[in-house]
């Protein structure tokens, strides 16, 4: 009995892994795209690693990245909190939305945050994105989420920055 199950097991693991190679399918479910990942050795490039689903969820957006920011926490924090894919800075073109979506369509340029974004494709929270100014490139809008967001609150909620307040900034370099 034990034997038969294990035999079942292998011919499905094995169907599984093997019969997208061999029946010519193109589901999204076997695509692959190129990504920066961590690894043990630290990040390394792939254009094997899995593409997000086509459908994407209520809340969800599937992009096509264009451009993406690297920050100090994205290397600095181990993949178990943010993920096998390196990156949380992104701006792209909105690929795939929900039927229940209703501000963003289909070929939108977007930028935001989302865990994973130094990848062709990543499924992003509408939560975390925004249009993107049509006077920016793609490269500067992807360069703002983080850097912007920690400016933001180093100023306004520990620096308790008011309005009319003077700042004189030194050595703005980033990370």
């Not at 920066?36 to 254009?47: H, L, Y």
């Not at 990245?65 to 100090?72: D, E, H, L, S, T």
């Not at 499924?123 to 703002?144: G, I, N, Q, R, V």
Request: charged share 20%; glycine share 10%; aromatic share 8%.
């Amino acid at each position: 009995m034990y034997t038969a199950s294990l035999a079942a097991l292998a011919v499905g693991l094995t169907s599984w892994w093997v019969w997208p190679y061999f029946s010519g399918s193109e589901t999204q479910i076997f695509s692959e795209m190129k990504a920066c990942v961590r690894s043990s050795n630290g990040p390394s490039f792939t254009d094997k690693h899995p593409r997000p689903s086509s459908t994407p969820s209520a809340g969800e957006l599937l992009v096509k990245v264009r451009a993406a920011a690297i920050n100090p926490v994205d290397y600095k924090l181990p993949k178990m909190m943010l993920g096998p894919v390196m990156g949380l800075d992104f701006a792209g073109v909105v690929e795939a939305v929900p039927a229940t979506e209703s501000v963003f369509k289909v070929g939108d340029e977007v930028y935001g945050g989302t865990s994973g974004s130094m990848a062709e494709y990543a499924m992003c929270k509408t939560a975390s994105m925004a249009l993107k100014p049509k006077d920016l490139s793609f490269e500067e809008a992807a360069a703002l989420p983080t850097a912007y967001i920690t400016g933001l609150q180093g100023l306004r909620d520990k620096g308790a920055l008011q309005e009319g307040d003077k700042v004189l900034v030194i050595g703005a370099s980033g990370g």
